[in-house]
């Protein structure tokens, strides 16, 4: 008998985060993300997260436009489809839908989900099977302040829960971000490693400027210095310069990879599941950046525990990501939204062991937290 898909609702979830996330573009107190829950006709259900970062501020898909596009364009496509066929589903909704990659993702994760439940196995297993069953952790370091970072740091690695760490800079200018990051380096020392996101923020004489000093520093890795839309300037970049270029905002999925790939224009992939339109088309961006020499790291949009859960079924089938992981969203929120949190320890995440994606919400935690909880409207 046929399962169809019966059922899709969005629900938008405000949690607040531990402390004021400092990017170059806005400050996040608060990580918004859309759950998606489909129900099938044979009782089965799936879950899935599609998540953005600081309103519309990081890209062009906020929470608000991902459960529009959810409810009002991609719903009505679906309902009534054949549940196990994803393939044919996210055909129809790359037809009749242009963009909008994370409403997209979480759907189609939903229904990866669902799959994988029915069949009694995890995500995992339908993309090839685990190589790993834990995946190493980066923390962001994004308080603002270089003090408060390396107090943070230290506690980190105290706590063995992350020894590599990413700095949020370019919101100033670009010689104190260089006294900031320097500072950072030299209370960490060889005990760990340090990257830097500049989310778009320099322009070409900035950067090179800029990515010279972190050079100089020690820093090991410079993820998206300059605007997506500038190509030739990511390019003239990674081929100046020693250290690594990682490529984030610009990839929107496997078409973006084959075109920075086509020339090299960056040593380094950020794959996100929800930037990429979902797990197949991660994979599709994964498979692109191996065939091409460019190296891999799994990026994340702060997502939930369970959009995070998602990603590692995904990156627990890739052979080598050469630049670990920073799927650590579930630990920057003051609540964890999981019925069985993920497990987090010795610098890495755990890959549940599934079924399905492996970790499904916990309904007094989601009924809190949703936007339109009960009473809150009228508030
Ligand atoms: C980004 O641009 O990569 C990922 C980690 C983090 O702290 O922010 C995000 C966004
Ligand atoms: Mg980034």
């Not at 990017?23 to 879950?47: A, C, K, N, P, Y």
């Not at 302040?145 to 919101?171: V, Y």
């Not at 790939?261 to 950046?289: N, W, Y």
Request: hydrophobic residues 45%; charged residues 25%.
């Amino acid at each position: 008998m046929t399962t169809t898909i019966d059922h899709i609702e969005s629900i938008i979830i405000d949690v607040p985060t531990v402390r004021g996330h400092v990017l170059s573009m806005t400050t996040m107190m608060t990580q918004s993300v859309v759950l998606v829950h489909i129900r099938f006709s044979d009782g089965s259900e799936g879950w899935g997260e599609g998540a953005s970062i600081g309103g519309l501020s990081y890209g062009p898909e906020s929470v608000e436009s991902i459960k529009l596009a959810i409810d009002t364009y991609i719903a009505p496509i679906l309902l009534g489809k054949n549940g196990d066929r994803i393939a044919d589903a996210s055909e129809l909704m790359s037809r009749a839908i242009k963009g909008n990659h994370a409403a997209r993702s979480a759907v189609e994760t939903a229904l990866w989900d669902g799959l994988a439940r029915r069949l009694g196995v995890s995500v995992a297993q339908l993309f090839g099977g685990r190589i790993h069953d834990r995946l190493p952790v980066a923390w962001t370091l994004a308080s603002g302040n270089s003090e408060t970072d390396i107090a943070e740091a230290e506690r980190m690695i105290a706590e063995r829960r992350h020894r590599d760490f990413k700095l949020k800079i370019g919101k100033r200018k670009v010689k104190d971000d260089l006294a900031h990051v320097a500072a950072i380096a030299r209370a960490v020392g060889d005990r760990g490693t340090l990257r830097v996101d500049v989310n778009q923020a320099w322009n070409l004489t900035e950067a090179r400027y800029g990515v010279r000093g972190l050079q100089e520093i020690g820093c090991v890795l410079v993820e998206q210095p300059v605007p997506r839309d500038q190509l030739s300037n990511l390019r003239a970049l990674s081929y100046a310069y020693e250290i690594a270029i990682m490529a984030d905002e610009v990839l929107q999925g496997p078409a973006d990879a084959m075109r920075v790939a086509a020339d090299r224009s960056a040593d380094v992939f950020a794959v996100k599941v929800c930037q990429s339109g979902g797990l197949a088309p991660a994979a599709q961006v994964i498979a692109i950046a191996r065939a091409a020499g460019i190296e891999l790291y799994a990026g994340t949009m702060l997502e939930t525990g369970l959009g995070t859960a998602a990603a590692t079924q995904l990156f627990a089938t890739v052979p080598e990501l050469q630049w670990g992981t920073e799927l650590f969203g579930p630990l920057l929120l003051t609540e964890e939204i999981l019925l069985d949190p993920l497990d987090y320890a010795d610098f890495s995440v755990a890959v549940p062991k599934g079924p399905g994606i492996g970790a499904e919400p916990d309904p007094d935690k989601l009924n809190f937290y949703r936007r339109d909880r009960p009473g809150m409207l009228k508030a």
